[in-house]
Structures are given as C-alpha cells and as structure tokens.
C-alpha cells in the first residue's frame, strides 16, 4: 500500500472547533422587512449626509473588525447586511450583540449601505453606533457638521435601532432565558512556577568560589519555596 492509500483511509476526528462552532450553528434570525427598511432609510438620510461625505465616520465604526473590538464597550447599536453570513462572520458578531445586550439591525438589501456614501469606492457591510460624538474626531475628520447636530442624529439612530432590531435566535445561547444562567468564563488554576536565571560565572573564579556562590543559590530557592508553600 502506498503513501497515498494510507491517507486516504484516515477518518478525521469530527470534534467540533470554536470555528464551527461559531459559523455552523443553527441559530435563526430574520432580516428587517422592506417596509421597515425603507422607514429606517427615510429617516437615516438627514442634512448630515447632505453636507459631508464622511459623515459616517462620526457617527459609526466601520467594519466588521472594529465593531468587534469595540462591541463591549462603545458600541450601543450594530447594522449589517445579511451577505455577511455568506462569509461566516455574521455568526460572530450575532454571538457578539447577544453576549452584550446590544440591539443589532441586519439589512436585507445587501447594496443599502453603498447608499450612504455617495461617489465612495468604500465597502460598508457592517457599522457600530458609537456611544457618543467625539468633538475631536469630528474636527480630524474635517467634518462640517456641528456636534449638537451629530449627537441628534446619533440619538435617534440608537432608537430607531433598539425599536426596529432584528429578532434572532441562538439555540446554544440564550442567555435572556429566565431558566438559563448567565455566561460565565472559568478563571484557568495558573501554578508559579519560580525559575532562577542561569549564571555565567567569569573564567578567572576559583571552583571554591563557585561551590560557595551555587550554596547560596539553593538556600535561597529553598526559603523561596518554602514561603510559597
């Protein structure tokens, strides 16, 4: 039997990854209908859009590696599109907004976010709300708006968000259920383990000298040990 009949006859181990895990679950989810789309839209387009063609910049965090970085912390509200779950990553961020608590809005019309910046070659798939409007940012950004309007504008994009988010399900996950205990992550038992660094003697030391330097060096790790214990 050759080299490549043997590994044809393997049978590989189906233990389940955290990958599959995440991306190959049954979880069930329903995007927003196209009344509410076009509801959200209407009310999305204000004079901010109008005035810059960055403005998204100040109102969200763009990308789905951005809001995952910040989804714990200065996220209230996330929108996607449902191509995402086509690339797998729409899981992770569905697992993301439910361990968080915070209101997602998955879009059924995949091209709806190209919409919001007009004559832009950026790719919008996924946007976190930001939690508030940092005047510095927009003043980086060159943005014309003023803060006041911004901050309107984020206001009522949280609540359009949190009154018209989408309803999903995750089976393995459901940490709103009542008879579910909340998700909680076990602290690994680390051991201390106390390691002396080797020590390069000088040629010119006498072998007593040594013996004498390395007695010490066990008295010492012996006390050390001793307090540990």
């Not at 190959?24 to 329903?30: A, D, F, G, I, P």
């Not at 912390?73 to 961020?93: A, D, P, R, Y």
């Not at 790719?123 to 930001?130: D, E, K, P």
């Not at 309007?149 to 949280?158: G, I």
């Amino acid at each position: 039997m050759n080299a490549s009949n043997k590994g044809s006859s393997r049978t590989r181990n189906p233990v389940r990854t955290r990958h599959s895990l995440l991306t190959s679950t049954s979880t069930k989810w329903q995007a927003l209908s196209q009344d509410a789309q076009g509801l959200f839209y209407s009310k999305f387009n204000g004079d901010i859009r109008n005035k810059d063609t960055k403005w998204s910049r100040g109102l969200f965090y763009i990308g789905c590696n951005e809001v995952l970085r910040n989804i714990d912390k200065n996220i209230v509200g996330v929108i996607f599109t449902q191509k995402l779950f086509s690339l797998g990553i729409g899981n992770h961020i569905l697992i993301a907004c439910k361990i968080r608590n915070v209101p997602c809005i998955i879009l059924a019309n995949n091209g709806e976010m190209v919409k919001w910046h007009p004559g832009s070659s950026l790719s919008m798939s996924c946007v976190g709300l930001r939690g508030k409007i940092e005047p510095e940012r927009l003043n980086t950004l060159g943005l014309k708006g003023t803060e006041y309007t911004y901050e309107v504008t984020r206001s009522c994009l949280a609540k359009l968000i949190n009154s018209s988010q989408s309803k999903f399900d995750i089976p393995y996950l459901d940490i709103n259920s009542k008879d579910s205990p909340q998700v909680q992550i076990q602290l690994p038992s680390i051991h201390t383990l106390v390691v002396d660094p080797k020590i390069e003697y000088p040629k010119c030391m006498r072998r007593s000298e040594k013996r004498r330097l390395r007695k010490e060096r066990r008295s010492a790790r012996k006390i050390v040990e001793a307090s540990a214990n």
